[in-house]
């Protein structure tokens, strides 16, 4: 069965960091787009960064310098290493595949940046 799970968020300060995972199972980590999206309170859904053809990574200009999209091959997973966090990152983070021309979702996790 097709299935991602993040995890890893949680409540941290500014400046701090979190790295955040996402479990994938039934093929999906063999996707040739992988992606981390976000939502804030109110807010439209964006992508904060993405991995085309399993090498090619991209990612939002505000993720620039601060997030690091990774694969784990040992654990068929993808992280997000997010530092220097600000007020402005909390969110909701979900991580994203394609798959057999479907878009599969994970249920996400909330990340809280607050001193």
């Known amino acids: 069965q097709v299935q991602l799970a993040e995890s890893g968020g949680g409540l941290v300060q500014p400046g701090g960091s979190l790295r955040l995972s996402c479990a994938t199972s039934?093929?999906?980590?063999?996707?040739?787009?992988v992606a981390w999206y976000r939502q804030a309170t109110g807010k439209q859904r964006e992508v904060v960064a993405t991995?085309?053809?399993?090498?090619?990574?991209d990612y939002a200009d505000f993720a620039k310098g601060r997030f690091t999209i990774s694969r784990d091959n040992a654990n068929n997973s993808f992280n997000l290493q997010m530092n220097n966090l600000i007020p402005e990152d909390t969110a909701v983070y979900y991580c994203?595949?394609?798959?057999?021309?479907?878009?599969?979702w994970g249920q996400g996790t909330q990340v809280t940046v607050s001193s």
């Open positions: 994203s595949a394609l798959w057999n021309w479907q878009t599969y």
């Open positions: 039934g093929g999906i980590f063999n996707s040739n787009r």
């Open positions: 991995i085309i053809n399993r090498r090619n990574k």
